[in-house]
């Protein structure tokens, strides 16, 4: 990565500062640009979701590694909790997405309820395990809610084997003028089901599998109580990645935290932070971190700097930490302030090796809140902050009512927020193909076929406030 000639700034940079100049370049298609990471994490594209409570859940976890990327499970799960979720999502199709699932003799109502926890927006109705019908939310529109499934489920829905290729059942569903193909077992037992959509993503991206050939997910620990026992249950749970995470990562009590786990040798990558400076990632690594985590205060639910001062611009912080990590022989992940799929460019241009999402995809269908919507008829879910007022009353639950009602005096993130739905990309997996065609493309621009190459190639200029106005389209004309 270098500046224009005269672009180097006396002061630190956000994402929104900075552009990408093209380059020569003989990368002729987006397809020829290949997006896995090599940090150890196993990602074939370099998104990791955020380990927050209102984006981290089963759902998601499934969804995005199917995609390539990682979710890393919140630190307030209970162990057991994490390790049944690891479970369920280590035993998920690599292909076909998991349905919602109800009998018969289910009501309306509780596929209302369930339907907006898929993307695909269906339940499969089924019997014995078998599949007999397939409900939408249109076919249940004007019908009484404690009607059963069976009254209402179309039982003429397309059906393949589990084993048929996605684009088998691509042609199948284009053939029969279906969007949702439900798949089964050889002995007839429901299997998964695949849309149209699904079926090309398939053929796009690669999911992130371990040596078993099983989907990936991270688990998240703190700095707070018996954490090498915490991180050994997580590991032998079936974590691929320990996230060992505290808003202020350069502190002894992470260290000593760090090098008790790095000390058990558990054989999965350690990820820890956050830091925003060159030291913070050098004691980092030198306790046995082999990613280190970056930023303070760009996330959307934060109120650090506004509430302490402390932080530092997003991309100037990924940038110092890359070039320390790099000599080091460590990684870096870039976590917060990501906006636009410009800006994960920009960030793996500047170093990182992944970029960690949160807010952003708060507001999609596989997020864990439940789906609401506004008197003006918009869809959207709650999201919070994870130094928030919510956050830390569930997270301190078993203190005494006094220490709760101390710690809840003080909070650095917002406990509340209405994250919509984008009508255009109201799955994660929209929002996956929306940053990585970008990022794609920005590798095109700069002539890489890699993200090693967009690191190397990228050549970065500093732009006013109107520079950056300027790149943003206007889709209400002028």
């Known amino acids: 990565m270098q500046f224009l000639p005269g672009h180097t700034p006396p002061y630190d940079l956000t994402y929104d500062d900075l552009f990408l100049v093209p380059n020569r370049t003989d990368v002729t298609s987006r397809f020829d640009v290949d997006l896995s990471t090599s940090d150890g994490t196993g ?8 380990n927050m409570t ?7 976890a499934e969804t995005v590694a199917r995609r390539g990327g990682l979710v890393v499970l919140p630190q307030d799960l209970p162990i057991s909790a994490a390790a049944e979720t690891i479970g369920w999502v280590k035993s998920r199709s690599l292909t076909a997405d998991t349905p919602v699932v109800l009998e018969p003799d289910n009501s309306v109502s509780e596929a209302l309820a369930l339907i907006h926890k898929r993307a695909h927006r269906a339940v499969v109705v089924a019997e014995d395990g078998k599949p007999v019908g397939v409900v939408t939310e249109s076919a249940c529109a004007d019908v009484d809610r404690f009607a059963r499934l069976r009254t209402v489920a179309d039982a003429d829905f397309v059906t393949a084997a589990a084993t048929t290729s996605p684009r088998e059942i691509f042609e199948l569903l284009e053939a029969a003028h279906s969007d949702l193909a439900v798949l089964v077992h050889d002995d007839g037992s429901l299997a998964g089901v695949m849309t149209r959509t699904g079926a090309v993503r398939a053929g796009i991206y690669a999911p992130a599998v371990d040596a078993a050939g099983a989907l990936r997910v991270a688990a998240a620990v703190g700095v707070n109580g018996d954490i090498p026992a915490k991180a050994k249950a997580l590991v032998d749970a079936g974590a ?9 990562g350069h502190q002894v009590k992470m260290l000593e ?3 008790a786990v790095a000390d058990l040798k558990l054989g999965v990558p350690l990820v820890a932070g956050n830091v925003v400076s060159a030291a913070g990632t050098r004691d980092l690594a030198e306790a046995g971190a082999d990613i280190v985590k970056v930023g303070v205060g760009p996330g959307a639910m934060c109120t650090t700097r506004m509430m302490t001062g402390v932080g530092r611009p997003q991309f100037s912080a990924v940038a110092e930490c890359a070039a320390a990590a790099q000599e080091l022989g460590v990684r870096i992940w870039a976590d917060g302030g990501v906006r636009h799929p410009r800006d994960v460019a920009l960030a793996l241009a500047a170093g990182a090796s992944n970029v960690m999402i949160g807010s952003w995809f708060a507001g999609t269908y596989e997020s864990p809140g ?5 008197r003006d008829g918009n869809a959207y879910k709650e999201s919070f902050g994870m130094a928030s007022k919510r956050a830390v009353a569930a997270r301190t639950a078993a203190d005494s009512g006094f220490d709760r009602a101390r710690k809840a005096l003080f909070e650095e993130g917002i406990s509340s927020s209405r ?5 255009e990309r109201p799955g994660v997996e ?12 920005a590798c095109t621009y700069a002539g890489a076929a890699t993200l090693a190459e967009l690191h190397a190639n990228a050549v970065l ?6 520079g950056f106005a300027e790149g943003r389209p206007l889709p209400s004309g002028w």
């Open 43 to 50: 990602t074939t594209i370099p998104i990791v979701v955020a």
């Open 54 to 60: 209102a984006v981290a859940g089963r759902r998601m």
């Open 240 to 248: 691929d990645v320990l996230v060992i995470d505290t808003a202020h």
């Open 257 to 259: 935290s760090l090098r």
């Open 370 to 374: 439940d789906l609401r919507v506004d």
């Open 419 to 423: 994250m919509r739905l984008d009508p």
């Open 430 to 441: 929209d929002l996956i193909d929306h940053i990585c065609s970008g990022v794609r493309s």
């Open 461 to 466: 200029g500093v732009q006013s406030a109107a």
